[in-house]
């Protein structure tokens, strides 16, 4: 099975502040990664499919780079609404395995 | 608008079994791949299992192969997840979970349920 891995676990930020979430899978996955944001008690969302691609009505301060083995995710200039678990998951291959998740906080 | 609304989670004992259903409505349901993805604060999110649109090709995390089964009823627009066997590491919050443009595969997720809470205690 592919291993996803993300770091940080967590990050402090303020708004404004550009944040950087990288992930890293034990094995390529090409460009088959997605990046998902989870608020507190809320179902994750999806951001970034195909590691760069903005799903529609996702706000351009968020973008996605990489392929092979290493992945970003990036938000330019942090909103108070993006204060979020964000999760990086492979759609490469079953199982469809999800990263640990970095918390942005204050 | 897109809902999945998932129900049927409780308290149930290990070796115990439990039925979730995931209602949809909003969108061609019958068209869409479906995903099972469970949460806990130790584990995170872990795929669980998927269906394709029309029943066929259902698949399962090693972690639940032979003990869950996946099915969908299209005319009702509802997708089942039968938990058997059920152990103390299957307690988690299950989202049914939507595949952006799959029809066979539920790999990435774009509407996702609120959640139901499954807790497996004695």
């Known amino acids: 099975d592919i291993q996803m891995t993300q770091s940080p676990s967590s990050l402090s930020a303020s708004v404004g502040d550009r944040v950087t979430i990288t992930c890293r899978a034990s094995?390529?996955?090409?460009?088959?990664l997605n990046w998902y944001q989870q608020k507190q008690g809320r179902a994750p969302t999806l951001l970034i499919y195909?590691?760069?691609t903005l799903r529609n009505g996702v706000p351009s301060r968020f973008s996605g780079s990489g392929s092979g083995t290493d992945f970003t995710l990036t938000i330019s200039a942090l909103q108070p609404e993006d204060f979020a678990t964000y999760y990086c998951?492979?759609?490469?291959?079953?199982?469809?395995?999800f990263g640990p998740g970095t918390k942005v906080d204050f | 608008e897109v809902q999945l609304v998932e129900s049927g989670g409780g308290l149930v004992q290990p070796g115990g079994s439990l039925r979730l259903t995931c209602a949809a409505s909003?969108?061609?349901?019958?068209?869409?791949?479906i995903a099972w993805v469970r949460q806990t604060p130790r584990r995170g999110l872990e795929w669980v299992s998927s269906?394709?649109?029309?029943?066929?090709?259902?698949y399962f995390a090693d972690s639940v192969r032979g003990r869950f089964s996946v099915s969908r009823d299209n005319s009702r627009n509802t997708l089942y997840l039968q938990m058997n066997s059920l152990r103390l590491d299957d307690s988690a919050v299950y989202f049914c979970?939507?595949?952006?443009?799959?029809?066979?595969?539920?790999?990435?997720?774009?509407?996702w349920g609120q959640g139901a809470l499954v807790t497996v205690s004695s």
């Open positions: 979970a939507r595949d952006r443009v799959g029809v066979a595969v539920a790999d990435t997720l774009d509407y």
């Open positions: 269906i394709g649109a029309s029943g066929g090709g259902t």
């Open positions: 195909s590691a760069s």
């Open positions: 998951q492979q759609s490469y291959t079953r199982p469809f395995a």
């Open positions: 909003g969108f061609n349901f019958r068209a869409y791949a």
């Open positions: 094995q390529s996955i090409s460009l088959y």
